[in-house]
């Protein structure tokens, strides 16, 4: 049964740092690619990021890039998202997903519907 994992979200200041961390079982993520996205109050989920093993190619909003990084550890079957310089926006429910997929990572892993498997969100709140 595949299953995701979110931690790491907690109450940071503006220009701080977090490390949020997706951790799969069920599978290995060899075959898959992972996305990060979130959701804030009265908005749209939106992509953030996403890796693909194949390759080990990413892709980014243009919200984030040059702020997220999005890594993996494949022997600890985790993802991770490392956010700097995080702002205000930056505040949200962030959630992993999944799809057993290899290709180069691109547009279509930030849209929601590229995946079929969610993991249940972790708040970030940025605010001073």
């Known amino acids: 049964q595949v299953q995701l994992v979110e931690s790491g979200g907690d109450l940071v200041q503006p220009g701080g740092s977090l490390r949020l961390s997706c951790a799969a079982s069920?599978?290995?993520?060899?075959?898959?690619?992972i996305g990060w996205f979130r959701q804030a109050p009265g908005k749209e989920r939106e992509g953030v990021s996403c890796?693909?093993?194949?390759?080990?190619?990413?892709y980014y909003a243009d919200s984030v890039k040059g702020r997220f990084t999005i890594s993996g550890d494949n022997a600890k079957n985790t993802v991770y998202l490392h956010m700097n310089s995080l702002q205000a926006e930056d505040t949200a429910v962030y959630y992993c997903?999944?799809?057993?997929?290899?290709?180069?990572?691109?547009?279509?892993?930030?849209?929601?519907?590229?995946?079929?498997?969610w993991g249940r969100g972790t708040q970030v709140t940025v605010s001073s």
């Open positions: 069920g599978f290995t993520l060899d075959y898959y690619t």
């Open positions: 890796m693909s093993n194949y390759g080990g190619s990413t």
């Open positions: 997903a999944s799809v057993r997929l290899t290709v180069v990572a691109g547009r279509w892993c930030l849209a929601q519907g590229s995946f079929g498997s």
